[in-house]
């Protein structure tokens, strides 16, 4: 994940990625008071990322994504995605 902000919605945007169980792997202030923030979020995460973004930064947010790599999933997110599984198979 690349995401280019300004700089002053660094701090909430780093929070919000540790909270999708990201990984920040760099962050700079570039000219213009903009920050470039790399890291790795799984993608299971993402899915609302765009209006997240957009109400962070008050629209002024853009970011890009990129395959990274296949990781296995937590054991607590496993049983919650087994769970729900399993729930859906009932209601069926």
Same mark, same amino acid.
């Given at each position: 994940?690349?995401? *280019?902000?300004?700089? =002053? =919605? #660094?701090?909430?945007?780093?929070?919000? &990625?540790?909270? @999708?169980?990201?990984?920040?792997? =760099? =962050?700079?202030?570039?000219?213009?008071?903009?920050? +470039? &923030? %790399?890291? @790795? /979020?799984?993608?299971? !995460? #993402?899915?609302?990322? *765009?209006?997240? +973004? @957009?109400?962070?930064? %008050?629209?002024?947010?853009?970011?890009? #994504?990129?395959?990274? %790599?296949?990781?296995? #999933?937590?054991?607590?997110?496993?049983?919650?995605? /087994?769970?729900? %599984? !399993?729930? !859906?198979?009932? !209601?069926?």
């Amino acid at each position: 994940l690349e995401v *280019t902000a300004p700089s =002053s =919605s #660094m701090g909430d945007l780093t929070a919000d &990625i540790a909270g @999708k169980r990201g990984q920040v792997e =760099s =962050s700079d202030v570039l000219p213009g008071d903009v920050c +470039l &923030i %790399h890291a @790795k /979020v799984p993608l299971s !995460e #993402m899915g609302a990322y *765009t209006a997240q +973004l @957009k109400s962070a930064t %008050h629209g002024q947010g853009s970011f890009v #994504m990129d395959y990274s %790599h296949d990781q296995p #999933m937590p054991p607590n997110v496993q049983q919650e995605v /087994v769970a729900a %599984h !399993e729930h !859906e198979l009932q !209601e069926a």
